[in-house]
């Protein structure tokens, strides 16, 4: 079937039809009732709106034009994270809904660069699982926040495969609050339940974690938009954004994640 899409996508196209943008990009659904995601109407809003009382995640929805399937065909990236820069893409043979897509990539990138910052285009077919997990998951499989020393926020935008995913802070429970879970902690740790302990803690990101409660519904970042999420720092006006990578399979194409 890959390969008919392809035919499709690469069949002539004569002048006077429309350019066929075959990666149709879902509208994110705001969960109902939730006052900490903020929809904004572009990148300028999207940047300088602070965050403040309820809201922790600014989105900027949007449906952008392109083929970003195309460009991921084209891209021939093995397993794991391929960080993919602005000379490949470039250098891409794709047809004009193709070009259209690496436009809106190149873009993206140039207004997060004014801003001083560093996005990374990740090409993704995997990610590695933690080995040995013990008692909590810190992959990026699991429910978790950003932490940093400073103020910062953390930008996502996924263009192709599963979306990135978040979980409402009132549906969340740090792992490390789990009863169970800090007890078999406490074993590893081999000591008290003291300043030393969270010191442990915090060193091996267990307390970044979280465990959705009973009947949490995980909302998906939907594609195309473009996020901006608080971080966990000291001196925050407002608690950290939880979300995770999607859960991907064997048969499912790459993703195709900006991140900064």
């Not at 009382?53 to 929805?61: E, F, P, R, S, Y």
């Not at 436009?103 to 996005?119: F, S």
Request: proline share 9%; hydrophobic share 35%; aromatic share 8%.
């Amino acid at each position: 079937m890959l390969g008919d899409m392809a035919a499709r996508r690469h069949k002539k196209r004569k002048n006077d039809e429309p350019l066929c943008f075959a990666n149709p990009m879902p509208p994110f659904t705001l969960p109902p009732g939730y006052t900490r995601i903020k929809l904004v109407q572009s990148f300028h809003e999207l940047a300088t709106t602070p965050f403040e009382g309820d809201v922790n995640a600014l989105c900027w929805q949007r449906t952008v034009p392109g083929d970003f399937s195309e460009v991921v065909e084209h891209l021939v990236v093995g397993k794991g994270i391929t960080t993919i820069d602005d000379s490949r893409l470039l250098a891409l043979p794709v047809s004009a809904a193709g070009r259209a897509a690496i436009d809106i990539l190149l873009e993206d990138q140039r207004l997060l660069r004014a801003l001083d910052l560093d996005p990374v285009l990740d090409c993704i077919h995997g990610y590695l699982r933690d080995e040995n997990p013990g008692p909590v998951i810190t992959d990026v499989h699991s429910f978790h926040v950003d932490s940093a020393t400073a103020s910062a926020d953390t930008w996502l935008c996924t263009y192709h495969g599963p979306a990135s995913e978040g979980l409402r802070n009132d549906e969340a429970q740090r792992r490390v609050d789990i009863p169970e879970t800090r007890a078999e902690l406490l074993k590893c740790f081999g000591g008290k339940d003291d300043d030393d302990f969270r010191k442990y803690l915090n060193e091996n990101c267990y307390d970044l974690h979280y465990a959705p409660i009973a009947q949490a519904r995980p909302f998906s970042f939907g594609l195309g938009n473009l996020w901006r999420v608080a971080v966990d720092y000291p001196g925050s006006p407002v608690p950290p954004c939880i979300h995770r990578a999607p859960e991907t399979r064997p048969d499912q194409p790459p993703r195709l994640l900006l991140i900064s």
